[in-house]
């Protein structure tokens, strides 16, 4: 969205599924989103209707998408996504219709990040997939589903907002040609300063297993047994289901949390600009913005390593540990709270984020684009 905005508005047509795109305008109102977003999506040209379906409805729908963008007059189709078939259907319909096309890879398809990297290619997608409980034969169909997209994107230049992602599918077998978009992310400015730190540790995401929420529930029952006044929050958004087990769990464990869900953009900045340090033990990842907002309020970070986390954040106001050591998280947090780190790398945190601005990944993502189109 924010790229749309940027992006100039005379050369390109954004198009959308007519259901998504009704969809979208509910949510924008119930959220109270920029208005901007409304426009845009308002104004989104309306393909037809995009339904969940089996693999082949998936590709047809990729060959509808290119057969639309030639009646338009369009000479690149871009599409802003990791699915795994759609892409078969854009390759298919550009010979079709000599149209070119790529995707922006927004975390590494199929697995979404590697948490454990001890194997390769097959070995290393069982691996990580067994971490969610994956039995052998959706772990089988999920490497077939990663062999898909391989054909898929073949030696079609495509994008990626994260230098995690070549190095995840290179170690997963798909030697793809994959432009790193620098910077790939970025942060609004946090428009809070010089607040309170009234809290000790927050956790901010999507409130779901993959985010890491329960590392870290884990993580701040370890701390609060040698810190029993620890304050500490947990928000974003977060559905019925996930939030029964958090409170489940919290109660359970006889855990007092501030649960702030599903806030406005300006009470999670609040929040991240009130905390002394975020602790986000994501496992599925490949640039997170929520990081670079934390660090935009002078906050700093504790994360698991992952490649993520590792080939972005090259900076000590991120504190990194490795993946699912939550002893390791309660190491690095207590550091940051008992020796006042969080205070002397404020102005490391607000010089890193201020390097990611939305300006620049535009520039970035549209010089790509149009010298795709100069090939």
Known sequence: MRMLQLFPKENYIFAMPK???KNMLKLIKKYKMDENFYYIINNAYELKEFEKGNGIDYIKYG???VEVAKKLGCELVYFPHEHTYIPIGLRLGSLRYKIMW?????QTPVVGSLVKEYYNGFKLVAQNLSLYGYPSLKIVKSYLRLKAFKYAVGDTPILAVSRSIPYELKRLGVDANVIVVEPGNASDKCPFRNLNREYDVGFFAR???EKGIFDFIKAIKILKEIIPDLKVFISGFIDSKNMEKIIHVLSTLNLRIELR?????EEKFK?????KVLLYPTRADAFPTVVLEALSCGTPVVAYGIPAIRFNFDTPAVLKVEPLNVRGLVLATMQVLKEGLWE???NEALSFASRFTWDRVAQAEWSILTTLVRL
């Not at 790529?102 to 927004?106: I, N, R």
């Open 63 to 65: 060959l509808y998408i």
């Open 207 to 209: 409130v779901v297993p």
């Open 261 to 265: 869900f599903n806030v406005t953009r």
């Open 102 to 106: 790529t995707e922006l890879l927004q």
């Open 19 to 21: 259901n998504r795109k």
């Open 344 to 346: 002397s790398l404020e």
């Open 271 to 275: 929040l991240l600009a009130s905390t």
